[in-house]
């Protein structure tokens, strides 16, 4: 199988693990909800949605359509940050529990979460994102997806996501910690 095939199933894979968070957040929403959460920053969720949708698909399509190919000393290193993004994805969910959502979901009372990740930095599911967002891309060597993945994600979490969930928690009295993941 050519690398180039084998970026297709790493980059479904990808999506895959996408689907399985939405299945999580469905249902850690309905939890939320249950115990009077109040969700904040709809606005931004359908671009980041298309954002994250787009990720995929230009990764995909710019390694084909550009011929773009798998260079080991690029390919293999970008793989390997991949991974440890799915990874910290993962830690980050397990830490919050039912309070992880790719939407800004609050529940006021609870207090913020200040184990595992979230010992050392506020928004480390945030930088799984931007890990993986350069990473992945940069798999086979497309590098304008990377690029534009990256600047396009700078706007989006700086400019809506990471206030809107700092202004739900200030709303909240400090409540639950809404640190979703990218794009879902």
């Keep these: ?42 606005g931004h969720f359908p671009p980041m949605v298309a954002l994250h949708t787009g990720l995929l698909l230009a990764c995909v399509l710019e390694a084909h359509l550009a011929d773009r190919p798998f260079l080991p000393w690029l390919g293999w290193p970008a793989l390997v940050l991949v991974l440890a993004s799915q990874a910290l994805r993962w830690w ?20 913020l979460v200040d184990r595992g990740p979230y010992r050392w930095i506020p928004h480390p599911n945030y930088v799984a994102v931007v890990v993986e967002g350069v990473a992945l891309p940069l798999v086979h060597t497309a590098w304008v997806t990377a690029l534009a993945f990256t600047v396009l994600n700078a706007v989006l979490l ?27």
């Design 1 to 42: 199988m050519s690398s180039l095939a084998w970026f297709d199933v790493l980059v479904a894979l990808t999506a895959l693990e996408r689907l399985a968070e939405l299945v999580v957040s469905s249902r850690n929403a309905r939890w939320s909800f249950a115990r009077g959460g109040v969700e904040s920053g709809r």
């Design 92 to 111: 980050c969910i397990a830490t919050l529990g039912p309070r992880w959502n790719t939407r800004v979901i609050v529940v006021p009372g609870l207090p």
């Design 158 to 184: 700086l400019g809506f996501r990471i206030p809107a969930e700092e202004r739900a928690l200030k709303a909240a009295g400090g409540g639950g910690d809404p640190v979703p993941a990218p794009g879902r």
